[in-house]
Each structure stands twice: as structure tokens, then as C-alpha cells.
């Protein structure tokens, strides 16, 4: 093998490693590229989560509300039902009298 040929393939495997090293380095470059891009996503839809977490307290206040409102509900149910007897016990001793 002559210098010429040593040469000749020496600067083929040196075109192909720059070519390698050239697809590698824009590889990287878009990695980069998108990280930063998905990067500025998350932050953009991290605060809209905020937002709509803050807009649906008011749903799980409904939950308390309706614990309360059964309550209410209940002790409602309870005074009809003595009142009831009451109305009844006044309408005998009125009927007594």
C-alpha cells in the first residue's frame, strides 16, 4: 500500500467521522432546542393548573355545604314532627275541655 492510498483513506474515515461528530452536534442542538420548548409548556400549563385548581375550590365547599344542608334538613324534619305532636296534644285538651 503506497502513501497515496494511506492518505485517500485516511481523509475518507476523517470526512466521515467529522460528518458523524457534525450529526451529532445538531442532535444535541435540538434536544436542547426542545427541552427548553417543553420547558415553557410546563410552565405555561402549571399556571393554568393553579388557575383552574383555585376555580374548583368553590365545588369542594359544595361538598361541606350539603353536610350542613342535610342537617338542617334533619333538624327541620324533627320540629315538624314535634310540632305535630304538639298540634295534637293542644287539639285534645281542647276537645277535653
Keep these: 500500500m503506497d502513501d497515496s492510498t494511506l492518505y485517500g483513506y485516511y481523509f475518507i474515515g476523517l470526512g466521515i467521522a467529522v460528518v458523524i461528530i457534525i450529526a451529532a452536534a445538531v442532535l444535541l442542538l435540538l434536544v436542547r432546542h426542545y427541552a427548553k420548548r417543553i420547558l415553557k409548556l410546563a410552565t405555561a ?18 361538598k361541606q355545604t350539603n353536610i350542613v344542608a342535610g342537617d338542617i334538613l334533619g333538624g327541620a324534619k324533627a320540629i315538624e314532627s314535634h310540632a305535630g305532636l304538639v298540634a295534637e296534644a293542644l287539639a285534645e285538651t281542647q276537645t277535653q275541655s
Excluded at 400549563?45 to 359544595?62: F, P
Aim: aromatic share 6%.
Design 45 to 62: 400549563a402549571l399556571g393554568l393548573v393553579i388557575q383552574v385548581k383555585e376555580n374548583t375550590n368553590s365545588i369542594w365547599g359544595l
